[in-house]
């Protein structure tokens, strides 16, 4: 009987989002709670998509990098520990875009699993099979489906609440999604606007920390030389086209990357040949060179 | 953006370079910083604009006996590192002083 009584509650729990439990203490518990594989089964080119996005690998820089490593690297920066084993989630300003979900949902115990892998992948003394284990292991932090389809879907928090466990958010509502954990699309209303990008693609300094950094300008020069400027276009009507959740560029991709950027950016080269003259008698070969370029893009190039 | 002109031989060649970017400090300093640990506000932005052309008059003087050089100019972008580069367009002329 006592087992019986047991039933329900499994079930609820089973049936319950990962996200909906107390903090993760690892690095893969906290992989699990923001695990999208189960996306892949309906949305599988999106899937194939993010997966070779930088959204994929938030942690990794580019072309295999570890940027994150010099703030785990004592005195390197001002935000490094002094001790390993004492890093919290403060430690690592980054995370604000880089990893959110660390914020509200993880220990600092996983902020110290961080700063050992990463000094272990920057090791000159371990061995290249300790640097791939640790690399592997910092490449399991990612911005999956659920950091941008729940955690950031919502703005308006004091009228809409918090985003809702168990939801996902889109440009359209879906009553009834085939996901286990998340049984219901709900509409953002932001989803396709450029603010939505402009939550971690930003504005400059980040005033709010008590040592001040600054990222990505993006979303500062979209807002105060492209809109200002009278363009129209979102982040999402570029990056985003047919619903593309690569969101290029892939910096690790040089063939695609080049093609983007030829496409984006225009050059016009006018040339001239003459004999410049300063003072009589006295004639200088010249040739001018002048150049032209300008862009498509909705945001200063190059920034993030 | 690389701007080369070049002679036929090889004997004279020029080069000049333009950096498009925004350029940061800590604010503390005046040595520019990569890396937003580091980066505390842009102190010059030279970077390509939304809806602003980025214009450029660049000028070679060549030696008195030559008459012709190879115009090339090299766009690329350039990730993390110098090394790290993405070719944008190369444009090529040939400018000649005769008629």
Redesign the interface.
């Known amino acids: 009987m006592k087992s019986l009584k047991l039933i329900p509650v499994i079930l609820i729990t089973m049936a319950l989002p990962l996200t909906a439990f107390a903090k993760a203490k690892t690095i893969d518990e906290l992989a699990k709670m923001y695990d999208s594989s189960s996306c892949k089964q309906c949305h599988e080119e999106i899937y194939k998509q993010w997966e070779n996005s930088h959204h994929a690998r938030p942690l990794m820089?580019?072309?295999g990098?570890l940027m994150l490593t010099?703030?785990a690297m004592k005195g390197a920066?001002?935000?490094s520990p002094d001790d390993p084993q004492k890093t919290t989630v403060k430690n690592f300003?980054?995370f604000k875009c880089h990893l959110p979900q660390a914020l509200a949902h993880a220990e600092d115990s996983v902020a110290v699993e961080l700063t050992e892998a990463l000094l272990t992948a920057a090791s000159k003394e371990k061995s290249d099979k300790e640097k791939a284990v640790a690399k592997a292991k910092v490449a399991k932090l990612q911005i999956t489906c659920i950091v941008c389809h729940n955690d950031k879907a919502l703005l308006h928090k004091r009228e809409l609440g918090e985003p809702k466990k168990g939801v996902l958010y889109g440009s359209k509502a879906v009553p009834a999604h085939g996901d286990a954990n998340y049984k219901t699309v709900e509409k953002s209303a932001i989803m396709k606007d450029s603010v939505f990008c402009g939550q971690c693609h930003g504005l400059?300094?980040n005033f709010d920390s008590d040592q001040?950094?600054?990222?990505a300008?993006l979303y500062g020069?979209?807002l105060h030389?492209?809109v200002s400027?009278?363009?129209t276009q979102s982040c999402q009507s570029c990056h985003m086209q047919k619903g593309d959740h690569l969101i290029a560029p892939n910096?690790n991709d040089?063939k695609g990357?080049?093609e983007l950027?030829?496409k984006a950016?225009?050059?016009d080269?006018q040339?001239?040949?003459?004999?410049w003259l300063r003072k009589a008698g006295d004639l200088?070969?010249?040739?001018?060179?002048?150049?032209?370029?300008?862009?498509t893009?909705?945001?200063?190039?190059?920034?993030g | 953006m690389v701007v080369t002109a070049k002679s036929a031989d090889g004997k004279f060649e020029q080069k000049a370079e333009k950096f498009y970017h925004p350029q940061a400090t800590n604010c503390r300093d005046t040595k520019m910083k990569y890396g937003a640990q580091w980066k505390v506000a842009n102190i010059r932005d030279t970077s390509l604009q939304p809806l602003q052309a980025k214009k450029e008059t660049i000028e070679f003087d060549l030696p008195k006996d030559l008459r012709a050089v190879d115009v090339t100019v090299e766009l690329f972008y350039e990730n993390v590192n110098p090394a790290n580069k993405y070719p944008v367009h190369t444009v090529k002329k040939t400018v000649t002083l005769d008629k």
């Open positions: 820089g580019v072309k990098g010099p703030l920066t001002a935000f300003p980054c400059g300094p001040v950094f600054q990222c300008n020069s979209y030389s492209y400027g009278g363009g910096f040089d990357t080049s950027l030829s950016i225009s050059l080269v040339t001239l040949g003459y004999e200088t070969s010249k040739v001018v060179v002048n150049t032209k370029i300008t862009t893009a909705g945001h200063r190039i190059p920034d």
